[in-house]
C-alpha cells in the first residue's frame, strides 16, 4: 500500500537552532514530492517540488532534499515565524494526479 | 503567480440547509480541482476530484449526493453542502493542478463550516 511517513510529529526548537524534517515514502512509481507549509486556519502553501533522487531546492532559510525513500526539509537558523505545521505529499504512477499526504509535523519555534 | 481563492471563509448555517463554496483560481486555467476536508490536528482528505466540463470523482466513503461538485469553468469549482448536518462541520479546502501530469497543487485559503 502506498503510504507516506512524516517524522517527527511535533517538534519544538529554540530560535536559531536548525533541525530537520523527514518525509519517507513507499510508492510505486513517484512522479513527485511535494512540501507545504499550513498555518492554522489556512490553506497549504506550496514550497517545493522534488521529482528525482538526488534533487535538491532551496527558499531562504528551507532546503529540500530527496532519496529514493525520504525526503528531509532541512531548516537552517529558524525564526518563530517559521512556526507551522509542515506537510509531505507525494503523487505517484496511477495517481490520476491526485496527492498522497503525510500527516504532518508541527514545527515551534521559541524566541 | 497561482493563486487560488476561496469564498466565503467562514460560514455558520442551521442543520437542513444547504451551503455552496466557491473556488477560483485567479490567475491561471485549472483543468483539475481538488476538495479536501480537515479536521482538527489531522492532514487533508481527499474527498473528490473535479475535471472542468465533466462528473466529479468522488472518494470512497464519500456522499456524492452530499457533497455537490460542478467545475463549470477553467477557473471555477463549486461545493454544495446539502442538508447540512452538524457532522458537516469542518474545515473545506481546495486545491488546483496547473494541468500537467502529477503537478503540485495550489491551495485555496479554506472554508470553515459549522452547522448549529
Known amino acids: 500500500e502506498d503510504q507516506v511517513t512524516q517524522s517527527p510529529e511535533a517538534l519544538r526548537l529554540q530560535e536559531g537552532e536548525s533541525s530537520s524534517l523527514n518525509c519517507s515514502y513507499t510508492v510505486s512509481g513517484l512522479r513527485g514530492l511535494f512540501w507545504y507549509r499550513q498555518d492554522p486556519g489556512k490553506g497549504p502553501e506550496f514550497l517545493f517540488t522534488?521529482?528525482?533522487a538526488g534533487e535538491e531546492k532551496e527558499k531562504e532559510r528551507l532546503k529540500a532534499t530527496l532519496t529514493k525513500k525520504e525526503s528531509f526539509l532541512h531548516i537552517t537558523a529558524p525564526k518563530p515565524e517559521d512556526s507551522a505545521t509542515y506537510l509531505c505529499?507525494?503523487?505517484?504512477?496511477?495517481?490520476?494526479?491526485?496527492?498522497?499526504f503525510g500527516s504532518g509535523t508541527q514545527l515551534t519555534v521559541l524566541p | 503567480g497561482a493563486v487560488v481563492s476561496q469564498h466565503p471563509s467562514r460560514v455558520i448555517c442551521k442543520s437542513g440547509t444547504s451551503v455552496k463554496i466557491e473556488c477560483r483560481s485567479l490567475?491561471?486555467?485549472?483543468?483539475?480541482m481538488f476538495w479536501y476536508r480537515q479536521f482538527p490536528k489531522k492532514s487533508l482528505m481527499l474527498m473528490a476530484t473535479s475535471n472542468e466540463g465533466s462528473k466529479a470523482t468522488y472518494e470512497q466513503g464519500v456522499e456524492k449526493d452530499k457533497f455537490l461538485i460542478n467545475h463549470a469553468s477553467l477557473t471555477l469549482s463549486t461545493l454544495t453542502v446539502t442538508s447540512a448536518h452538524p457532522e458537516d462541520s469542518s474545515f473545506y479546502i481546495c486545491?488546483?493542478?496547473?494541468?500537467?501530469?502529477?503537478?503540485?497543487?495550489?491551495f485555496g485559503p479554506g472554508t470553515r463550516l459549522t452547522v448549529l
Open positions: 505529499a507525494v503523487a505517484f504512477s496511477g495517481s490520476a494526479r491526485q496527492l498522497t
Open positions: 486545491s488546483a493542478s496547473l494541468g500537467r501530469p502529477y503537478n503540485e497543487q495550489f
Open positions: 522534488l521529482y528525482s
Open positions: 490567475d491561471f486555467q485549472a483543468t483539475t
